[in-house]
């Protein structure tokens, strides 16, 4: 049995590439298990078997990564001399990773790590940068850049350099999705993408056969649908519990705006979605939306239990107690701070101080243990990670006000819900949102580490590369060409 097995291990055992330095033989080890298995007969209870189990596991762990054992596979890249950001909760200081068959081999210290190193693996050095997990691009408008140019690779690699390793193309017609479903039979595609059709679109994707809801078919899936329950505060078309602030350019008198929808056809189209299993992701912005959201969750009876992941995109103008009503039904927030920099004065003309000021309350959902996303939004004036990780971080208005100070995220928190947290809202926290041994390979290398600068300055980082299960597909100034790709496997 080769050390790949690891892979496969429980995360609470994955600190355990530090054994990598340790100096136990196989005859050390086979002594502790024979003693570990007398303790355990000697005193049968639950725990001690169970302890026994996980320091087995362990010990196997320890074992297979002995000098001795000759049978680890060599790692395709090895990445050293940097800070490996892995955003898991069960590793500490990591200075090397290695990447084997697109997906994560080992991480640790550089002379363990190293084991893993063939005739044929390329070690990379990464002089002091930070590697982090790829970013998901929450609302990305791929299809719209597509009509905008007929070049799909340059489309992608756009995307590319911005350290998005999976977009989310939310609302798209079935045209649109037979595009990219061409796109990725003739494997075009680059990046992987999460189809959203929109709601309209449901009869006819699900009876169209070449798709397979919920899974990856040559980097595309479909991961449901989407509808809009109101508009935005900018154009007082988001459906707030309570009016607007006067202003002469209101439709009428204590405006508050109004569904989209008739509650009755929101409330069939979910039913429709839940009976199908596939996950409904919902625009609501205002509280009033997401009051209807959350009533229509218990008449659905749905709990968190049941684990559908259906999504409130924007969550902007909720109040605390909607967060409470998200965990009992398993409902996830994905948020937008990127808006607080872009309409930030404006949302307190509108909404006046306190509800501008609480907008996308990430921080206490994050406080609350409910997972919470952050839409990568188009910034000023494009796609900009660094710019909605800024934006979360420091919640600053384009007029330098901070709104909701008590709200920023610590950079960290601020990454996880470009990743981590986006990954389990797709259902990929098996696969992505973390570099660990057996996930994929989806990495970003940036200049800066987020977690060690001024907060200020975090926008100003610059994207040196972008890897895509194991293999680079952007590169700082220059995007790479396939032959270099081709060496860089």
Request: proline content about 4%; some cysteine; aromatic content about 8%.
């Amino acid at each position: 049995m080769g050390s790949a097995y690891y892979s496969k291990l429980p995360i609470p055992l994955l600190f355990s590439v530090q054994a990598l330095n340790s100096a136990y033989t196989h005859k050390t080890v086979f002594l502790i298990h024979c003693a570990l298995r007398t303790v355990t007969y000697i005193m049968p209870n639950t725990f001690l078997r169970d302890l026994k189990q996980y320091l087995s596991a362990a010990m196997l762990f320890m074992l297979l990564a002995c000098d001795s054992i000759d049978e680890t596979p060599d790692a395709d890249t090895i990445y050293i001399n940097g800070t490996i950001l892995t955003l898991s909760a069960h590793t500490e200081k990591v200075t090397a990773i290695a990447f084997k068959n697109g997906r994560v081999q080992a991480i640790g210290s550089r002379t363990g790590v190293m084991r893993h190193q063939g005739d044929t693996t390329q070690v990379i050095d990464l002089e002091g940068n930070t590697m982090i997990p790829g970013f998901f691009a929450g609302n990305s408008e791929f299809s719209k850049h597509l009509e905008q140019t007929a070049d799909l690779e340059q489309a992608q690699r756009s995307f590319a350099s911005q350290g998005i390793t999976t977009l989310v193309d939310i609302g798209i017609t079935h045209t649109e999705l037979k595009t990219l479903f061409a796109h990725a039979n003739a494997n075009k595609l680059l990046l992987d993408i999460i189809a959203i059709p929109s709601i309209s679109e449901l009869e006819t994707v699900v009876d169209d056969a070449q798709f397979t809801l919920g899974q990856y078919h040559n980097k595309l899936k479909v991961a449901g649908f989407s509808l809009a329950l109101d508009g935005r505060v900018s154009d007082y078309t988001a459906w707030m519990a309570y009016p607007y602030q006067d202003n002469p350019a209101l439709p009428a008198p204590n405006w508050r705006s109004e569904s989209l929808l008739p509650f009755s056809t929101f409330y069939s189209v979910f039913q429709l979605v839940v009976e199908n299993e596939l996950q409904l992701f919902i625009h609501a912005m205002g509280d009033a939306a997401i009051d209807a959201v959350i009533q229509a969750g218990y008449d659905l009876k749905l709990n968190a239990g049941q684990d559908q992941r259906h999504v409130v995109v924007m969550s902007r103008f909720m109040r605390d107690n909607q967060l409470q009503q998200y965990a009992k039904l398993g409902i996830i927030g994905c948020f937008d701070t990127s808006s607080i920099y872009q309409h930030g004065e404006d949302d307190v003309d509108k909404l006046g101080l306190n509800r501008a000021d609480t907008q996308s309350p990430i921080k206490h959902a994050l406080e609350d243990d409910l997972p919470a996303s952050n839409i990568c939004h188009p910034g000023p004036s494009a796609v900009d990670t660094l710019f909605t990780l800024w934006s979360a971080v420091n919640r600053m208005t384009e007029g330098e006000e901070i709104m909701g100070s008590g709200l920023r995220l610590t950079p960290q928190q601020a990454l996880s819900t470009m990743s981590t947290h986006a990954a389990f809202q797709f259902f990929e926290d098996d696969i992505k949102g973390e570099l660990v041994p057996g996930k994929q390979a989806d990495a970003v290398i940036l200049s800066a580490n987020p977690m060690m600068m001024d907060p200020g300055l975090i926008k100003d980082i610059t994207i040196i590369e972008t890897i895509k299960q194991g293999r680079t597909i952007y590169r700082q100034p220059a995007i790479i060409n396939d032959n270099e790709n081709s060496q860089h496997q």
